[in-house]
């Protein structure tokens, strides 16, 4: 049987525990600033406070945007701050479909939206029923200035939006949702 090996104990060295928790102070302030860093620049989380996006976005959804590298197309659901022209909230950013886009002429047909004089499928529209359905979309013929977006809420006949304010400047866009993660206060994950 072989001998048993010697045991030893490493003596503490006096400021060990100070140098570990500064460490600890450095990766935990570190990670803040990458945290912080994300949120400012590259995705951010936000919250639903209307049905103007009912069925597609219920009130209380919590979504994320993402703030850089992204191209807006027709059909998006962009994060935007207040326009000058919304005197109808106090919500600092309101979440919103772009329909119409820059340097074109939008107008409607009872419920038919017209880009540039074409009916506009919208495969991205659920049915609409009770408050949502609207029979007309009440859009006077309006040519879209450039670097400015046309946006309407999913739920076209409780929504406040371009129709009534006016066009969104991109320098507004906060950024493009991209996937619902929290609905009725349980974890949901819905890509768009």
């Known amino acids: 049987m072989p001998a048993p090996l010697p045991t030893t104990s490493v003596p503490v060295r006096k400021g060990a525990w100070g140098r570990q928790l500064l460490e600890w102070l450095v990766i935990v302030l570190f990670a803040m600033l990458i945290a912080a860093g994300l949120r400012v620049f590259v995705v951010q989380s936000f919250f639903v406070p209307t049905g103007s996006m009912v ?53 409607s047909r009872g419920a038919t939206v017209l880009i540039d004089g074409k009916p506009l499928k919208e495969p991205w529209l659920p049915a609409l029923t009770s408050s949502c359905v609207e029979s007309a979309e009440n859009i006077p013929t309006t040519k879209i200035a450039p670097g400015h977006y046309f946006v309407m809420g999913d739920c076209r006949g409780n929504s406040v939006d371009s129709r009534r304010w006016g066009t969104v400047p991109a320098s507004y866009v906060v950024g493009r949702v991209v996937v619902i993660m929290w609905r009725f206060g349980h974890p949901y994950f819905h890509w768009f």
């Open 55 to 107: 069925p597609t976005l219920q009130i209380g959804d919590r979504i994320i945007a993402v703030k850089i590298g992204y191209t807006i197309h027709r059909g998006d659901i962009i994060v935007f701050r207040r326009t000058p022209g919304d005197t109808t909230t106090t919500d600092s950013h309101l979440v919103k479909r772009v329909i119409g886009l820059p340097e074109e002429t939008i107008s």
